[in-house]
């Protein structure tokens, strides 16, 4: 099968690439930035990328077009497309149908964690030797791509998304999946360009639950109640919880090593160095789902213990005179407000310079303006990319001298550098690439 995508260059449209041709099939593909580093890795494996969305493309006559969420009416190839009647189908359900059809699907869905908890589950499997296809929004670093086949083993991990499939198809990504193994790791308002308010998200959520077999498991953060609220309105499937006493929970000991009980019953101790108790969450889910795949609660405890992390979750990307530089993907306020608890915990008195880009539609929109100034308290010093949400700097009022905004790139990062010194934790959160502001900082610390 020759199939043509159009979005190709998204984590998740490029991870159906690799996979596809990875399965035989000819693959083609578009998109409006072919740019590394997605695109030396797309033609490294013999995928011809067309930068825009130009109707002659057409020409290629492929079996059937693929095409990403971020395709919209009036865009001239699919345009071209719908008028000439030619086969197309979203992402979401060419995998359904081509890929993820016998396999055991492991998906893992909820506001925040999906990919970290996504990335822990398929190294669990892996280091089990269950070798397990996967398809990340994002690259876990014990395994240095976002997808694979894995055409010999039964065991399918997704990141489960619960934004919109395609512009034809308005339902959540993840209702294509079918699981038996399903993750909910915790749910809150979010995608407001999407969604009208937080029952509406809920609304999908419980699509996804009505589809996981009777057979299969679904694993819940028995601390949200908007998941509780989710289950309460039907399910058929068994569930395991965590984060409570009365179900799978873990506890942080004096030297970081975490133990891990089910109910009263020590399970084992897990040492490893990922901070904050979001991760002890996002393990205990990982743990419970790969133990459901057959997976035994030591050898999961063991994997864990060698698990890297993902690329842009408090990844660091550099120290220059003893001031260090994190990445992380935070861009809503429940993720922010974690994230640098978690860096508080390891970095204890010294500073931690929080700089912000308000780069998502939510975030844009302003939606999580009353929330913004809390979840950025606990940072000493916050400097925040207003160029695109203007709202922001009335929103950080709260903060006063503490916080700083700027329009201007390079104003930031001199002014970040500026207040630097040696101690400090500079840590920058945005869902994009910031533009390369890791890069410029310490370049900047340098001179």
Same mark, same amino acid.
């Given at each position: ?21 990875k ?5 083609t593909?578009? !998109?409006?930035d ?15 990328? @067309?930068?825009?969305?130009?109707? /002659? ?15 919209t ?23 359904? /149908? ?18 970290t908890?996504?990335? &822990?589950?398929?190294w ?13 929004g ?11 086949i894995?055409?010999s083993?039964?065991?399918f ?17 993840f ?7 399903a ?9 407001? !360009? ?22 299969g ?11 509780k ?6 399910c ?10 009365n ?16 109910h ?15 991760n002890r969450?996002?393990?205990l ?17 063991e ?10 979750r ?35 008195? /010294?500073?931690? @310079?929080?700089v912000?880009?308000p780069?998502?539609?939510? &975030? ?5 303006k009353?929330?913004l ?37 390079n ?10 010194r ?18 410029k ?7």
């Amino acid at each position: 099968m020759h199939i043509h995508i159009l979005g190709i260059c998204g984590t998740f449209m490029g991870g159906i690439a690799a996979i596809a041709r990875k399965s035989g099939h000819t693959v083609t593909g578009c !998109d409006q930035d072919v740019y590394p580093p997605m695109s030396t890795q797309l033609e490294s494996q013999g995928i011809q990328l @067309i930068p825009g969305y130009s109707p /002659e493309q057409i020409q290629l006559q492929p079996d059937i077009f693929v095409i990403g969420n971020v395709v919209t009416r009036g865009n001239p190839l699919m345009e071209e497309i719908l008028n000439r009647n030619l086969p197309y189908i979203s992402g979401p359900q060419w995998l359904s /149908e081509n890929i993820l059809r016998n396999r055991w699907v492991l998906a893992v869905a909820g506001t925040h964690g999906k990919t970290t908890t996504s990335s &822990m589950l398929a190294w669990i499997l892996e280091y089990a030797g269950l070798n397990p296809g996967f398809l990340i929004g994002g690259i876990p670093e014990n395994f240095g791509i976002s997808a694979r086949i894995g055409d010999s083993s039964p065991f399918f991990v997704i990141e489960a998304d619960e934004y919109d499939t395609a512009f034809f198809d308005k339902r959540s990504k993840f209702v294509h999946y079918h699981p038996r193994t399903a993750i909910l790791n915790n749910l809150e308002f979010d995608h407001a !360009d999407i969604f009208t308010d937080l029952s509406a998200i809920e609304r999908q959520f419980h699509h996804f639950v009505r589809i996981v077999p009777n057979n299969g498991l679904i694993v819940a953060n028995g601390t949200d109640q908007n998941l509780k609220r989710v289950l309460q309105q039907g399910c058929w499937t068994p569930v395991e919880t965590f984060g409570t006493e009365n179900s799978w929970h873990a506890k942080l000991q004096d030297n970081h090593a975490i133990d891990i009980y089910c109910h009263d019953a020590l399970q084992g101790q897990l040492q490893w160095d990922l901070l904050g108790e979001h991760n002890r969450m996002n393990a205990l889910a990982a743990l419970i789902a790969a133990r459901h795949a057959g997976v035994p609660v030591m050898v999961a405890i063991e994997a864990l213990a060698q698990f890297k992390n993902v690329k842009r979750r408090m990844e660091k990307r550099g120290a220059i005179n003893d001031v260090t530089i994190y990445d992380d993907f935070a861009h809503h306020p429940t993720a922010i407000q974690t994230t640098i608890n978690g860096l508080r915990a390891h970095a204890g008195k /010294e500073r931690i @310079i929080a700089v912000l880009e308000p780069r998502s539609n939510t &975030m844009k929109m302003g939606v999580w303006k009353d929330f913004l100034a809390d979840s950025l308290r606990e940072a000493d010093h916050v400097f925040c990319f207003t160029r695109d949400a203007q709202w922001a700097k009335a929103a950080l009022m709260p903060l006063a001298e503490k916080a700083d905004c700027f329009d201007d790139m390079n104003q930031l990062v001199q002014a970040i550098c500026a207040i630097a010194r040696p101690g400090d934790h500079i840590l920058i959160m945005s869902n994009g690439g910031f533009g390369g502001i890791h890069e410029k900082i310490l370049s900047a610390l340098k001179k």
